[in-house]
Nanobody, 115 residues
Framework: VQLVESGGGLVQPGGSLRLSCAAS????????MSWYRQAPGKERELVATISSRSSVTSYADSVKGRFTISRDNAKNTVYLQMNSLKLEDTAVYYCNAMVSGLPYWGQGTQVTVSS
């Protein structure tokens, strides 16, 4: 299993970014996917999840209405569209898959929201 995130960067408050996570090594369309984030000095937290066929999504209260998780099973890719970014969204964002009961993580992509 390999997960590779991309799309992070530096953005001003109120701006937008779209993160991507390219997956390989497993049957992507059979598994739900998640995005987590970890800010400096804080525990890793769940940001959003999406079911295997995109029928069910869920979000942390802190990002509801601002972030959207989606996936393209033909491209084995999951996305996180982040709008109206706030300073407190600054973190390393990780893609996650639970495959056969085991958690797999990407290397993470840094998102920095700063004026």
């Amino acid at each position: 299993v390999q997960l590779v995130e991309s799309g992070g960067g530096l953005v001003q408050p109120g701006g937008s970014l779209r993160l991507s996570c390219a997956a390989s090594g497993f049957t992507f369309s059979s598994y739900g996917m998640s995005w987590y984030r970890q800010a400096p000095g804080k525990e890793r937290e769940l940001v959003a999840t999406i079911s295997s066929r995109s029928s069910v999504t869920s979000y942390a209260d802190s990002v509801k209405g601002r972030f959207t998780i989606s996936r393209d099973n033909a491209k084995n890719t999951v996305y996180l569209q982040m709008n109206s970014l706030k300073l407190e969204d600054t973190a390393v964002y990780y893609c996650n898959a639970m495959v056969s009961g085991l958690p797999y993580w990407g290397q993470g992509t840094q998102v920095t929201v700063s004026s």
